[in-house]
């Protein structure tokens, strides 16, 4: 049983832009921070960015000027702009989201930046 999906993954050209989007199934009730990490081949999962349900923000150091984390807490569904794509952006990203009740987890989307 899915309770997030992302979508919006892709292969794109090193600079260019992706706009992943993540949404919550309505019997995660409750949430307070939603986020997206990252893992690539080889590599431990890392955290990219999260977001509050009040609406304040943090990124990792190397997305830092680059992504942009938002969310609708109405249609509860977090988003995350990326823009200036790199080769070292390539990932499977997941989506999180974390409640008085648990932490859940999407089953990612890839993205993969060519150079």
């Known amino acids: 049983q899915v309770q997030m999906v992302e979508s919006g993954g892709g292969l794109v050209q090193a600079g260019k832009s992706l706009r992943l989007s993540c949404v919550a199934n309505?019997?995660?009730?409750?949430?307070?921070?939603m986020g997206w990490y990252r893992q690539a081949p080889g590599k431990q999962r890392e955290f990219v960015a999260y977001i509050t349900s009040r609406g304040w923000a943090n990124y990792a150091d190397p997305v830092k000027g680059r992504f942009t984390i938002s969310r609708d807490n109405a249609k509860n569904t977090v988003y995350l702009q990326m823009n200036s794509l790199k080769p070292e952006d390539t990932a499977v990203y997941y989506c999180?989201?974390?409640?008085?009740?648990?932490?859940?987890w999407g089953q990612g989307t890839q993205v993969t930046v060519s150079s």
């Open positions: 999180n989201a974390v409640s008085g009740f648990g932490n859940y």
């Open positions: 309505g019997s995660i009730f409750n949430i307070n921070v």
